[in-house]
C-alpha cells in the first residue's frame, strides 16, 4: 500500500543548495537547518512525513519537496492505492491517530516511534469522494492551525529577544 523512507545525516549541507534539508525546525517555523543539491531529493510534496526519534516523534507532517533529515521518515502511497485512498486523508487521519503519542513512542531518555504499532494502525477505506469531502472541510481548520502555530513561534523568538 505505501512505501517508507528514512532520513538520513548529512555533513555536507551548506545554505548554497538546490533543496531545503527537511528538519523538524524546518518543517514546523521554515527555520533553515541548511541545503543539498538537487540530485539527493528523496521526498515530495505527495509524501507524508512522520518524526521518529526525539520528544514529538510520532508527529505526522504534509511532505515537502528536499532532502529528509535524520530523525524522520516519509510514507509514499504506492500508486496502484491512488483510487482507494487520498494522500491528503490519510495524512488526516493519521495526524488524528497519532494524537496520543505514548501510544507510538518508546524510550526512557530519547523517545523513539514505535514503528510496529505505528505501521499497523487500521485506517479505514470510505469511498474516494467521501474523502475528499472530508479533506474539504479539515483543510481550512489546519491551515488556519498552521498560522495560529507560525504567529506563536514568532510571538515566543520575538520574547526571547527582548528578554536577553
Do not use: W
Not at 494522500?87 to 501510544?103: C, G, H, I, R, V
Not at 477505506?125 to 491551515?143: A, F, T
Amino acid at each position: 500500500m505505501m512505501t517508507l523512507h528514512y532520513g538520513t545525516a548529512i555533513k555536507n549541507k551548506s545554505m548554497k543548495g538546490d533543496i531545503p534539508y527537511l528538519t523538524l525546525s524546518f518543517l514546523e517555523k521554515g527555520e533553515n537547518d541548511g541545503r543539498v543539491p538537487m540530485y539527493e531529493s528523496d521526498t515530495n510534496i505527495n509524501d507524508i512525513i512522520v518524526v521518529k526519534d526525539g520528544y514529538r516523534s510520532g508527529m505526522v507532517l504534509k511532505g515537502k519537496d528536499g532532502k529528509l533529515g535524520s530523525t524522520m521518515l516519509a510514507l509514499r502511497l504506492n500508486s496502484d492505492f491512488s483510487n482507494v485512498i487520498s494522500t491528503e486523508f490519510l495524512y488526516y487521519y493519521l495526524s488524528f491517530a497519532t494524537n496520543n503519542l505514548n501510544l507510538f513512542q518508546q524510550g526512557s531518555t530519547i523517545r523513539h516511534l514505535r514503528k510496529e504499532k505505528f505501521l499497523n494502525i487500521e485506517i479505514p477505506v470510505i469511498e474516494l469522494s467521501k474523502q475528499k469531502n472530508i479533506c474539504k472541510y479539515l483543510n481550512p481548520i489546519y491551515d488556519k492551525k498552521e498560522q495560529i502555530s507560525q504567529s506563536i513561534y514568532k510571538i515566543e523568538r520575538l520574547l526571547f529577544f527582548i528578554n536577553n
